[in-house]
Every structure is written in C-alpha cells, then in structure tokens.
T-cell receptor, first 111, second 112 residues
Framework: KQEVTQIPAALSVPEGENLVLNCSFT??????LQWFRQDPGKGLTSLLL?????REQTSGRLNASLDKSSGRSTLYIAASQPGDSATYLC??????????FGKGTRLSVIA | GAGVSQSPRYKVAKRGQDVALRCDPI?????LFWYQQALGQGPEFLTY????????KSGLPSDRFFAERPEGSVSTLKIQRTQQEDSAVYLC??????????FGPGTRLTVL
C-alpha cells in the first residue's frame, strides 16, 4: 500500500527566504507525482505535476524534483512571499487509481 | 470554462441526520473521485466513478456512506445517520482518463 510522508509538518520563514519542502513515498511504481496548494477553507490548486519519466518541473518561483528510485520529491520555493502562506500537499498517482496524499506542510511566510 | 463545483459549501448537521453532498464535475470528464479530508490531514480516497459506474468504493468508511452518479455527470455523496467523526471537508475531483484531477472547493461538514 502506497504511503506518502511530508516533512516538515509546519514551517515558518521570513519573507525572501528560499525553502524546500520534502515528500517521500514507499512504492516507487508511480505514474506521476503532483504538488498542490491549499488555502484555508479552500479546495486544492495544482502547482506542478511531474511524470514518472521526468526529473523536475518548474513554474515561476517553484521547482519540483522527483527521484523515483529513492521515493522522494522536493518542492523548492524561491524568494518566498507572504502570499505563499498555505498548506502544500504532495500526492502520488499510481495510474488509474486514486491519488494518495501526504498530510501536508503548513507554510507561514512572515513579512 | 467552469471548474468543478460542489454544494453546499458548508453543512451543519445534528448527529443522526442524513446529509447529501453534490458534485458537478467539469463537462466531459468521465472520471470522478470523492475524498474526505479531516482537520490537519491530507485528503483520503472514498470512491471513484468512471461515467456512471462506481468502480471503486473501497475507501468508504462504513455502510452509512453511499455515492451515486446515475447519468455519468453529477454525483451525490450521501451520509446516513451522521456521526461526529464524519465531520470533515469532502472534496470532489474530476478528470479525463489518466489525466490530472481537478478539485472542487469542497463541502465542510460539521456534525454536532
């Protein structure tokens, strides 16, 4: 059974810092991995999707990497801003199956 | 175009009441998923439809939970005799086969 773990559970940083969020998964036979953002009381917004054949994806200040063999992904946020404050969720898709989510990392960026 | 919509956005129920949560997927999306997200947790899978067929309901926590999608579009998640542990955000997602899932805003259910 696939299990997804996210570290740290919570993170508080001053504005402008670069930061890394970590995600690990137990079964490397994945189809893709996705990072989501969730604001309080809101649904999920997809940030980046990495196919199993890819090593990384970039969107603006966000960069996500995938090391399938070691079961790890990282989300790098450059030059953090207060507007980046949210919960970040990592989810694994094993193909034609529901997504398996981690518990998320709650990020606070302090102005 | 319109995304996934869910209604109601918030629902307060007394313990023992029945509730019905609605999901309107993106037009043309054949796959529809329901997830349950408890406070401070990641979403957990409940059930999956492909068109009107419920292909996987292994995540439904008890026989009090029932989902349907009779015409392969709108889906309803029904919870009978609600309990306090049913309090959570219920998320619906839709997709094309093997494509990215698009999530709705969720319904926050509070059982008193």
């Amino acid at each position: 059974k696939q299990e997804v773990t996210q570290i740290p559970a919570a993170l508080s940083v001053p504005e402008g810092e670069n930061l890394v969020l970590n995600c690990s998964f137990t079964d490397s036979a994945i189809y893709n991995l996705q990072w989501f953002r969730q604001d309080p009381g809101k649904g999920l917004t997809s940030l980046l999707l990495i196919q199993s054949s890819q090593r990384e994806q970039t969107s603006g200040r966000l960069n996500a990497s995938l090391d399938k063999s070691s079961g790890r992904s990282t989300l790098y946020i450059a030059a953090s801003q207060p507007g980046d404050s949210a919960t970040y969720l990592c989810a694994v898709d094993s193909g034609n199956t529901p997504l398996v989510f981690g518990k998320g990392t709650r990020l606070s960026v302090i102005a | 175009g319109a995304g996934v919509s869910q209604s109601p956005r918030y629902k307060v129920a007394k313990r023992g009441q029945d509730v019905a949560l609605r999901c309107d997927p993106i037009s043309g999306h054949v796959s529809l998923f329901w997830y349950q997200q408890a406070l401070g947790q990641g979403p957990e899978f409940l059930t999956y439809f492909q068109n009107e067929a419920q292909l996987d309901k292994s995540g439904l926590p008890s026989d009090r939970f029932f989902a349907e999608r009779p015409e392969g579009s709108v889906s309803t998640l029904k919870i009978q005799r609600t309990q306090q542990e049913d309090s959570a955000v219920y998320l619906c997602a839709s997709s094309l086969p093997t494509d990215t899932q698009y999530f709705g805003p969720g319904t926050r259910l509070t059982v008193l």
